[in-house]
């Protein structure tokens, strides 16, 4: 089967979020089973030059955006035994960043289009079409409204997959003509509350839509999640699903991972001792019997920090130190700053995007908290499982479909973390609290970390289930 998997970052290119990790992953463990699966992303002028090196020059061609004619070149490159498709138009792409411009719709309306081009210069006819997120959100969308009875492009499916649904790509209705292109019979379709919505317009058109995680799909079917769009998705269950994303178990691997203090695994792990001393030294906390909690994070309201804040002194009050990382809005980055300067010993604060250290925290910490507002997917909680550290999360999207609680009011184990589920911070610091009980248990503590180590989030499993997707359209 091929399949042509569009997005608009993926590693090892260009990457800001998860979505890098999805597109930089799942398409090489699709293609170990036997298949296709090849990347279509933008070339954008941030990539590395060593990167830039490797590919090749394969040709050129024009891409309409509605009245004008646009130059696309077509850059191609083979990671991990994947094709990928770089375009290039410097204008839209050539820039210091990815996403956050006054034209964005305009980049990502040439975008999804130049794909649909692509088609017609390359040996390479998809079966099914794969489109992420909003950027891509008018792949499917173009090819139902222009290309589905072109020559070259019958019977391709189509699949549109949200990774966070509060990022729709609304824009004002004088883009359908002026920027999209479209006929303006078709508004209906775009349009939704008053604006073009590139993920509304994708949801009605394609022939699946799926989502990060189970609970997650069911989740935006809520409008305490769907950021509008419920309304949207209601009357399309039918086509919507969700399959929990994996890690790159390779590169998450305490055995080989070389930016840790000492490897260690199940059969040996002494190692993870010698990883929370650096951690503690790096950060300028106290090295000790007490637990550390790991925060490895975007500093923004709905990854739970407010429910932190309420109950900080608490935690640290059960005996705990805390290594974070992370940066965002200033009123978080105040309010860790200040706790390392009341809690020198105790709280180890870096402010910054870091991925070395990031992977320091995974090793040397003890528990990893997420007490998420909401959390499509989460791939922090399957990383630290890798490393042999406790995760502490919120029961929502995909924090929910991976981590089980580790106790009963019996105290029998079983589970591979500690989970809480309303929005409240004092479940949260119960929860913490449940945790240091187990920590304090050595024999009850080192079966959960046994557990932790056994976990399996590969790709493996999630490429079997989009495989059976695409078979099954």
């Keep these: 089967m091929n399949i042509l998997y569009t997005a608009s970052e993926a ?44 590919l090749t ?51 990502f309306v040439f975008f999804s289009r130049a794909v649909l081009e692509l088609i017609r210069y390359i040996d390479f006819k998809p079966n099914v079409i794969n489109a992420n997120d909003w950027q891509t959100a008018l792949v499917p969308v173009y090819y139902d409204v222009f290309y589905r009875y072109q020559s070259g492009y019958e019977d391709i499916k189509t699949v549109f997959t949200i990774h966070n649904i509060q ?123 007490e637990p550390v909690i790991g925060i490895v994070t975007r500093f923004v309201s709905h990854k739970g920090l407010d429910l932190i804040k309420y109950v900080f002194e608490d935690i640290v009050n059960l005996g705990y130190k805390f290594a974070i990382l992370g940066s965002g809005e200033k009123i978080y980055e105040d309010f860790f700053t200040e706790m390392h300067y009341r809690y020198p010993d105790r709280v180890g ?16 910490a003890d528990m990893f908290l997420m007490p998420s507002q909401s959390e499509p997917c989460g791939l922090a909680q399957m990383i630290s499982l890798r490393y042999g550290t406790i995760p502490i999360v919120r029961e929502t999207g995909g924090l929910k479909d991976s981590i089980q609680d580790a106790g009963d009011p019996n105290g029998q184990l079983m589970g591979n973390g500690f989970t809480f589920k309303t929005y409240n911070a004092h479940d949260m610091l119960d929860a913490c609290a449940r945790a240091r009980g187990y920590y304090d248990n050595r024999m009850k503590w080192g079966r959960l970390v046994n557990n932790a180590f056994k976990q399996d989030f590969s790709w493996e499993k999630s490429a079997k289930l989009y495989i059976g997707l695409y078979e099954n359209m």
């Design 11 to 54: 590693l090892p290119y260009v990457a800001s979020g998860g979505l890098a990790d999805v597109a930089g992953s799942l398409p090489a463990a699709i293609n170990a089973q036997g298949h296709d699966c090849r990347v279509v992303i933008p070339m954008y002028g941030q990539i590395k030059d060593e990167l830039k090196a490797n």
């Design 167 to 289: 990022y729709q790509g609304r824009y004002g209705l004088e883009l359908i003509g002026d920027i999209m292109g479209i006929p303006l019979y078709h508004t209906d379709l775009l349009s939704y509350d008053g604006d073009v919505n590139f993920m509304k317009a994708a949801i009605e058109v394609a022939d699946k839509v799926t989502t990060v995680s189970p609970t997650y799909a069911n989740e935006i079917l809520d409008p305490w999640y769907s950021h509008g769009l419920d309304r949207a998705l209601a009357g399309k269950q039918y086509k919507l699903c969700g399959f929990l994303n994996g890690i790159d178990q390779n590169v998450y691997n305490p055995e080989t991972d070389p930016i840790i203090a000492k490897n260690y695994g199940l059969k040996d792990k002494s190692g993870k001792k010698v990883c929370k001393k650096a951690l503690c030294e790096e950060l300028g906390i106290s090295d000790g019997k």
């Design 57 to 107: 020059f394969m040709m050129n061609f024009t891409v309409p955006v509605a009245w004008r004619n646009q130059y696309c070149g077509v850059f191609v490159g083979n990671e991990n035994g994947v094709t990928y498709y770089l375009l290039d138009n410097e204008y839209y792409f050539g820039r210091n960043g990815l996403y956050g411009f006054y034209d964005d719709a305009e980049r």
């Design 349 to 364: 604060v870096k402010l910054g995007f870091i991925p070395a250290l990031s992977k320091k925290i995974y090793a040397g």
